[in-house]
């Protein structure tokens, strides 16, 4: 249903949760996810400006990925956004809160409950509010994000 009426593109072995709430509009949405992801259950994708969600990264649920915000200087109550791009291998914590325009790179982790409003670099750990670098992840990968729940409860298919 995503893919044919909002024009979503949905990659391989890819898991979005049913009660996952997207923005569009009438002539569809901006978003893309690649191969091997996980969409968990309550996440809400803003695709009126854009989402790129590339390959194997896992969103945990409750995440907000925004793309459009009201500009608090604005005399009109104008919006402004951009593009959120999320690089191969990012794994998003959950309750966390990505601002428009931002940019996770390669490997990232965003902590749970972080709001994130700049980019963030490849392989480092961002966590708080707003969010900061706290650490930074090991480049040796080599899983493959799977999980395709029973029912979309957390029975897992193992």
């Not at 608090?72 to 402004?80: A, G, I, V, Y």
């Not at 729940?149 to 298919?157: N, R």
Request: glycine share 12%; net charge neutral.
């Amino acid at each position: 249903m995503m893919k044919k009426l909002l024009g979503i593109c949905i990659g391989q072995d890819t898991h979005v949760a049913m009660n996952t709430f997207i923005t569009g509009y009438y002539s569809g949405c901006d978003i893309i996810i690649g191969d091997n992801c996980v969409i968990n259950r309550g996440c809400y994708l803003d695709g009126r400006t854009g989402i790129e969600i590339k390959n194997n990264v896992n969103v945990s649920f409750g995440t907000t990925i925004l793309t459009l915000q009201h500009e608090p200087q604005s005399s009109f109550f104008e919006c402004k956004g951009g593009k959120v791009v999320i690089d191969n291998d990012v794994w998003v914590g959950a309750r966390a809160i990505i601002l428009p325009g931002v940019k996770v790179g390669e490997g990232a982790i965003i902590a749970a409950g972080a709001v994130v409003c700049k980019d963030v670099e490849k392989y480092t750990i961002v966590g708080g509010v707003p969010a900061k670098v706290i650490g930074h992840r090991t480049n040796d990968l080599r899983y493959r994000t799977s999980f395709h729940p029973l029912f979309d409860t957390d029975i897992a298919d193992v």
